[in-house]
């Protein structure tokens, strides 16, 4: 998913364009995504994101062009289009890596998964934490990272707007501070430049 405005990053370039350690945010999801047990790889792009979806392009990655609409609509908009079940990441995931994407592969078995870690990890960070996306997991406030698989196509489920996935999701609780930093801010990716291997 990288068809967003980026308005909280304020960046000089489209949000999945930034560069995170010499590399754009988008060709390291991508690479993460290729070097995974995921067969096919695609970018879902806007119009708010021309550049992206040219550089998705020379990427080989098949771009997706939604309507811009909104993440939730976009996401609806690429799932009518894609078969199912189907992994989806976020273009400012920047440190997430293959064994990430195949662990919440395993978790969905088959089905639906959201890769999710404590706020308090997070805060402890200093990432950004977007409080509109927090919620109660046994007792513990957590969020999504953005990666998730959205299982198959049923007629009784619906799109859960925070969760990115079908109503009975998995859930994949993680406490790898490579998930916890979505770059949405400009203090995030300096966060993440940290962290870089």
Do not use: Q, W
């Amino acid at each position: 998913m990288c068809g967003g405005r980026g308005t909280r990053l304020d960046a000089p370039v489209e949000k999945p364009l930034v560069d995170i350690c010499g590399r754009p945010m988008l060709d390291r999801v991508a690479a993460a995504l290729r070097d995974s047990s995921v067969e096919t790889v695609r970018a879902v792009t806007s119009p708010h994101t021309p550049n992206t979806r040219d550089r998705a392009a020379d990427l080989g990655l098949d771009p997706i062009e939604a309507p811009g609409d909104g993440y939730v609509s976009d996401l609806g908009f690429a799932l009518a289009r894609v078969s199912r079940p189907v992994v989806t990441v976020v273009s400012d995931l920047p440190l997430v890596a293959p064994e990430h994407v195949d662990a919440v592969v395993s978790a969905a078995d088959g089905g639906a998964a959201t890769a999710c870690v404590p706020v308090e990890l997070k805060r402890d960070l200093g990432a950004s934490v977007d409080d509109a996306l927090v919620f109660d997991h046994e007792g513990t406030a957590v969020c999504p990272t953005g990666l998730g698989v959205v299982g198959p196509a049923a007629a009784d489920a619906t799109i859960d707007t925070d969760a990115d996935t079908d109503t009975h999701s998995t859930m994949y609780l993680s406490t790898d501070t490579r998930l916890a930093l979505n770059v949405n801010r400009p203090t995030d990716i300096e966060l993440a430049e940290d962290r870089c291997e």
